[in-house]
């Protein structure tokens, strides 16, 4: 747990002051990622760092090889969150495995569109939180609320576009099931 701490702590101190440092005022997400999962999980530890000043959120968390030590965490994370009433970052690379695994017939000009499509959710997952983040701190909550509305709309509709495809957004989809 060491590492983590370590790793909580570099964000937490060192990157925040550095920008701090440069005028910039940085918040940032701490999870626990699924390629650094410590062999000794402590879920108080990333309790307690999540009370941190500028830590508006849980992330970056997610599923990669789906084993059974990931799901228990990325599980975990999800009831932290609630639990502290936090936004999620997660990240979508089960998601594009599975469908590039289940569409390797296809051209890598063909699954460029996809593989596209499926970075834009990683980047509306990051709107989404930063417009949480200022609806919070009630910042023209009236504009985020609609910009978080229309951004929840898209990122549902292209990830069940990768699932089960959608013809609109030239998506083939997978006959998957998560």
Known sequence: MDILRAHFDKIIYNEIERANKTGLKLFVCLGI????????????????????????GVGEIGLEKCTKEEI????????????????????????????TSQNRGNSKLKLANDINLAGKQRMLTQKMGKDLLFISNKFKPKYY??????????FAKTLDGLFNGDK???????????
């Not at 965490?73 to 609630?82: N, T």
């Not at 609320?145 to 898209?154: E, G, M």
């Not at 609109?168 to 998560?178: D, M, R, S």
Request: charged share 25%; glycine share 2%; aromatic share 6%.
């Open 145 to 154: 609320i609609s910009d978080f509305s229309k951004s929840r709309k898209l």
């Open 168 to 178: 609109k957004l030239k998506l083939v989809g997978t006959n998957c099931q998560i």
């Open 33 to 56: 990622h699924p390629r650094m999962i410590p062999s000794d999980v402590n879920y108080n530890i990333l309790r307690e760092y999540l009370k941190a000043k500028n830590v508006v």
């Open 72 to 99: 228990e965490v990325f599980k975990e994370q999800l009831l932290i969150a609630e639990e502290l009433n936090m936004p999620l970052l997660k990240e979508m690379n089960k998601a594009v495995g599975i469908y």
